[in-house]
């Protein structure tokens, strides 16, 4: 599986983008899907996901944030809205199976005060 992301950019705060991720191959084992995200200086963390259990946001995003995939499950977006400027970081998409971890590339968003 290969994915691919893109949708990053520059934005004021108070302002709206949206993520998408894209997968290539077979995706037929992947079980959940999900973004994350890392700031300079920081740990890589859980942004959202999203399974056949439903859907869970980190704190610090929940309310602002939405994960979506669409039905064939190859592709998983993530719309923001209300950003701030400590949503910059960069952000990848994540597709989980039973024995692996896909990682996207990465895609940077920034968010100027």
């Known amino acids: 599986v290969q994915l691919q992301a893109s949708g990053g950019g520059s934005v004021q705060a108070g302002g709206s983008l949206r993520l998408s991720c894209l997968a290539s191959g077979s995706i037929s084992s992947i079980n959940v899907r999900g973004w994350y995200r890392q700031a300079p200086g920081k740990e890589r963390e859980l942004v959202a996901r999203?399974?056949?259990?439903?859907?869970m946001y980190a704190e610090s995003v929940n309310g602002r944030f939405t994960i979506s995939r669409d039905t064939a499950g190859n592709t998983v977006s993530l719309q923001m809205s209300s950003l701030k400027p400590e949503d910059t970081a960069i952000y990848y998409c994540?597709?989980?199976?039973?024995?692996?971890?896909?990682w996207g590339q990465g895609t940077e968003l920034t968010v100027s005060s």
């Open positions: 994540n597709f989980v199976s039973r024995f692996r971890n896909y």
């Open positions: 999203i399974g056949d259990s439903g859907t």
